[in-house]
């Protein structure tokens, strides 16, 4: 069964940094493009970051600057590294891996930024 397993997430203060690492089991990690999403409470979940299996990346306004998304192939492993957190960043944070012939998701990490 193929696992999506994200880590890092937690509380920290504005102007803090956050790094999230996302671990894939059963899926030939190399071939897939690898994206982060959030979803804030009453919000629809948005894209933050997606990296392409060739390591090209795009970033949302909102978090450009300020978030970097890496992947390493040989530990099946996709990173999001959030520096200068704002409260709006407050969220669940998604992984997800996206092939044409098949995506999955992550069961999500909580990230909350606060005084």
């Known amino acids: 069964q193929v696992q999506l397993v994200e880590s890092g997430g937690g509380l920290v203060q504005p102007g803090g940094s956050l790094r999230l690492s996302c671990a894939a089991s059963r899926i030939v990690f190399s071939s897939y493009a690898m994206a982060w999403y959030r979803q804030a409470p009453g919000k629809q979940r948005e894209l933050v970051a997606v990296i392409s299996s060739g390591s090209a990346t795009n970033y949302a306004d909102p978090v450009k600057g300020r978030f970097t998304i890496s992947r390493d192939n040989a530990k099946s492993t996709v990173y999001l590294q959030m520096n200068s957190l704002k409260p709006e960043d407050t969220a669940v944070y998604y992984c997800?891996?996206?092939?044409?012939?098949?995506?999955?998701w992550g069961q999500g990490t909580q990230v909350t930024v606060s005084p």
């Open positions: 997800n891996a996206n092939a044409p012939w098949r995506a999955y």
